[in-house]
């Protein structure tokens, strides 16, 4: 007998559809394997009641003869920072706890409306800001892997979407969103040894997903498989007239269109990338790449990408600048916390609240948003990071002359332990490949290549032209086919 | 450029968040390194070149001047931290 929790978004939908076993079969065993598994601190809230409703309305369809949907009595994972109508919603704050949104974001709701089912909210580095999952108001989420040689140190599963990550890795959940401002999705996709692609900006409605950095955040699927993500991200994509932003486009038949032969394909390795200090395992896994691509049928390029050391200090410009206007919101009045002493004024109840509802890392990006935005500094600040940004752009405009893709690390180490990176700034240095393309707005997808000496996974990245998710799939799924990845963490949770 | 305690203080007082003295002596080396850090960018000669206003081509659009969502008083109200006669309520503003 197949335990079902083993099993990826392809194959639980197409054994439902075929009967092989009910959707109430794999609502019920994934929601056993949530209930046991806490340790990994993975989940904010448990919510087996929406996984079994959409069980049952799989299992009644499939009974009464009717056309099941995309993805009937699949059940997912949906990262804190998406509005679930009834379901508490809180980004991993304080500020927002116990708020109980009255509304879908748009993205959770074309899952449900294709079928899935939610197995809770996933936990997360707190409003998406971190890149290890230690800044969550509701405790660091535990990485289900550890380093061989009886070194139990806790690792960080990556972040910000580091529940969805962990507990994909872990086989509670098939697969989950993630959302990706800087490399939130790819990060922890490439530490826990999982797929997960941020699509173009525009493709995932951004409503009614809580905003760090509006014009960088993007939502994307996190799961085991290329195949299992392009069948999600074509559940989640499409125009909605509530974005702004949202591209009004069709949404391609990804999976339908998925192969890994390269043929006639250019990629590009841009060499920027080859930073100073970078293991040589990662280095060697580069190369390996390299090698997969090539027998996959592509012909390999070097390029160039001049301005890539500057991407990191634009973006914790922009993204910080973002957020301090963005997070204006949490006032005390509309939602959330309040925190009002007697006699205390409007002001000091903003500034107590604010103090007492956001974590360290939320304030310090407040703080250098807030100044960098602040008068006298605008135009040095500001203005030359979005400047660098257009330049940081027409560096990849300038290598599609050269190629269609490009391929490059995911991440400059494996999984660090959590508590190691104390110092902010060696933190955010973490994210060095994952952000250019995220300020070009470009897709870029993360698949597992291998595993360092200490066992841990090391990702790859491949990054498209706007628009060509199927290229950065195709590439993904040539490297899958060849890189043969099935180690998974033992368990211990 | 450096942040003193001062320019901490006024710059979280701009943020709306309150922080104590020592809050302040903590966080002006912190913001002080990554500004610093973020300095760097000033090398590049960004002259002739526009800032990024969005990152994929795509026009605004216009729509029907017409409500599409309304009558949701109470829905708005539900999560507020305090409501009163359907209204968000705050603490005394006018003497």
């Known amino acids: 007998m197949t335990d079902v929790t083993d099993l990826g978004i392809a194959q639980l939908r197409d054994g439902i559809r075929l009967g092989t076993f009910s959707a109430r079969e794999v609502a019920d065993a994934f929601v056993v394997k949530v209930s046991k598994a806490k340790a990994l601190n993975a989940f904010i809230v448990e919510t087996p009641d929406h996984a079994l409703a959409a069980a049952k309305e799989a299992d009644a369809a499939r009974a009464a003869g009717e056309t099941l949907k995309p993805l009937a009595g699949v059940p997912i994972g949906m990262k804190d920072l998406f509005a679930t109508k009834g379901f508490q919603t809180t980004a991993a704050s304080h500020i927002l706890e116990g708020f109980k949104p009255v509304y879908e974001s748009t993205v959770s709701q074309r899952l449900w409306d294709a079928g899935a089912g939610m197995l809770g909210k996933l936990n997360m580095d707190q409003f998406a800001m971190g890149s290890s999952n230690e800044t969550s108001y509701f405790g660091n989420v535990i990485s289900p892997w550890r380093r061989g040689g009886g070194d139990n140190a806790p690792l960080a599963p990556g972040g910000s979407s580091g529940g969805s990550s962990a507990a994909i890795a872990a086989r509670i959940v098939p697969g989950a969103t993630g959302t990706d401002t800087g490399g939130s999705i790819r990060q922890p996709a490439a530490f826990t040894g999982i797929s997960g692609i941020k699509p173009t900006y525009g493709r995932c409605s951004r409503w009614g997903v809580v905003a760090f950095a509006s014009s960088l955040d993007q939502a994307g699927p996190m799961a085991r498989s290329v195949q299992d993500c392009a069948i999600l991200l074509e559940n989640m994509a499409g125009f909605d007239p509530k974005d702004s932003t949202s591209l009004e486009l069709a949404v391609p038949k990804w999976e339908a269109s998925l192969s890994g032969s390269l043929r006639g394909k250019k990629i590009g390795i841009p060499k920027e990338y080859r930073v100073d200090g970078m293991p040589a395992e990662i280095e060697a896994l580069w190369q390996q790449g390299v090698d997969w691509l090539k027998d996959a049928g592509a012909e390999v390029v070097e390029v160039s990408l001049p301005h890539t050391k500057y991407a990191l200090p634009a973006y914790y410009i922009i993204a910080p600048a973002e957020a301090s206007s963005n997070l204006a919101r949490y006032d005390g009045v509309r939602y959330g916390l309040r925190e009002l002493a007697e006699g205390q004024n409007l002001q000091d109840m903003y500034a107590a609240t604010r103090a007492a509802g956001f974590g360290e890392e939320v304030k310090r990006r407040i703080l250098i948003g807030t100044y960098v935005l602040s008068a006298g500094f605008y135009d040095a600040y500001y203005t030359q990071a979005q400047k660098v940004r257009t330049l940081i752009a027409r560096d990849f405009e300038n290598a599609w002359t050269y190629c269609d893709l490009l391929l490059t690390p995911t991440a400059p180490s494996a999984a660090f332990a959590l508590g190691d990176k104390g110092d902010p700034l060696a933190m955010y240095l973490n994210d060095v490949f994952t952000v250019p393309s995220s300020l070009a707005g470009l897709p870029a997808m993360s698949v597992p290549g291998g595993l360092d000496k200490g066992g841990l996974p090391l990702g790859l990245q491949i990054i498209g032209k706007p628009l060509d998710e199927q290229g950065v799939l195709d590439a993904g799924l040539a490297i899958e086919e060849r890189a043969g990845f099935t180690a998974r963490p033992q368990s211990w949770w | ?95």
């Open chain 2, 1 to 95: 450029m450096s942040v003193d305690t001062a320019t901490v203080k006024k710059v979280a007082s701009l943020a709306r968040i309150a922080i104590s003295d020592s809050d302040a002596e903590r966080l002006a080396p912190e913001l002080n390194n990554i500004l610093g850090w973020i300095e760097q960018l000033s090398e590049v000669d960004t002259s002739s070149v526009e800032p990024t206003t969005a990152v994929i081509p795509n026009t605004l659009r216009l729509r029907e001047d017409v409500v599409t969502e309304g009558k949701q008083r109470d829905a708005i109200l539900q999560n507020a931290p305090q409501g009163e006669h359907g209204f968000f309520t705050v603490p005394k503003v006018v003497e």
